[in-house]
C-alpha cells in the first residue's frame, strides 16, 4: 500500500544540525510532491516546505530558509530533510506529506520527534 | 502568508451531538480548503478536500461546504472515534497554512 516511513527519533545539542528522511513505497514517487510540516509539542502544525522529487526543485517557508534543506534520491524513493543551527524552538515532531492534485495532503508519515537539549 | 482562522478553539459534546466548525481565510481562497482531524500521538488524516469532498473511507456523517474566506465542517451524529482535533488548511498559496485547530472533547 502507500506509505511513507520517516526515521527515527533524534536528540540534538543546541547549534547542531538534524536529517530526517522519509521513504516513500507503493506508487510511483516522482509523481507527487513531498511536503514537511512539523509541530511542536501541543501546538499546532507548521509547513516548512515542498520538494519535487521528480526534479528536486524546492521551496521552503521564509522563517526557515537560510537553515533548511531538501533533497531527494529517486534511487531509493527517499526524501531528506536538513535543519541545522538548531534551538530550544525546533523540538517537534516532524512529518513528511503525500500532496495530491489541488493541494491535499492524502498520506503522512508517522512522524520523527526531534528533541532539542542541551 | 494567508492567514487561517478556526473558532472554536474547542468544545465540549456529547456522541450523538451535531458539530460545526468554522474556518475563515485572511483572503479569497477559492474552494482550495482542506480539513484534517488528528488524534493524540498520530498524524493528522483528510477528511475533506477542496472544501466539500469527502475523502475516501471517511464516514458520510463529515461534511464540508464553503468558497472564498469562509468554511465549515460539520459532523452530524458524533461518535466516539470523532474525539480529536481538527485542523483546517490552505492550498491555494504558497505557504500553505494551517488554522490553529479545534479540540472536541467529550463532554
Known amino acids: 500500500q502507500v506509505q511513507l516511513v520517516q526515521s527515527g527519533a533524534e536528540v540534538r545539542k543546541p547549534g547542531a544540525s538534524v536529517k530526517v528522511s522519509c521513504k516513500a513505497s507503493g506508487y510511483t514517487f516522482t509523481t507527487h510532491y513531498i511536503h514537511w510540516v512539523r509541530q511542536a509539542p501541543g501546538q499546532g502544525l507548521e509547513w516548512m516546505g515542498i520538494?519535487?522529487?521528480?526534479?528536486?526543485?524546492?521551496k521552503y517557508a521564509l522563517k526557515f530558509q537560510g537553515r533548511v534543506s531538501m533533497t531527494r534520491d529517486a534511487s531509493t524513493n527517499t526524501v531528506n530533510m536538513d535543519l541545522s543551527s538548531l534551538t530550544f524552538e525546533d523540538t517537534a515532531v516532524y512529518y513528511c506529506?503525500?500532496?495530491?492534485?489541488?493541494?491535499?495532503?492524502?498520506?503522512w508519515g508517522q512522524g520523527t520527534m526531534v528533541i532539542v537539549s542541551s | 502568508d494567508i492567514q487561517m482562522t478556526q473558532s472554536p478553539s474547542s468544545l465540549s459534546v456529547s456522541v450523538g451531538d451535531r458539530v460545526t466548525i468554522t474556518c475563515r481565510a485572511s483572503?479569497?481562497?477559492?474552494?482550495?480548503l482542506n480539513w484534517y482531524q488528528q488524534k493524540p500521538g498520530k498524524a493528522p488524516k483528510v477528511v475533506i478536500y477542496?472544501?466539500?469532498n469527502l475523502q475516501s473511507g471517511v464516514p458520510s456523517r463529515f461534511s464540508g461546504s464553503g468558497s472564498g474566506t469562509d468554511f465549515t465542517l460539520t459532523i452530524s451524529n458524533l461518535q466516539p472515534g470523532d474525539f480529536a482535533t481538527y485542523y483546517c488548511q490552505q492550498s491555494f498559496k504558497t505557504p500553505w497554512t494551517f488554522g490553529q485547530g479545534t479540540k472536541v472533547e467529550i463532554k
Open positions: 483572503q479569497s481562497i477559492a474552494n482550495f
Open positions: 520538494i519535487n522529487p521528480g526534479g528536486g526543485v524546492t
Open positions: 506529506a503525500r500532496a495530491q492534485t489541488g493541494g491535499v495532503y492524502d498520506v
Open positions: 477542496t472544501a466539500s
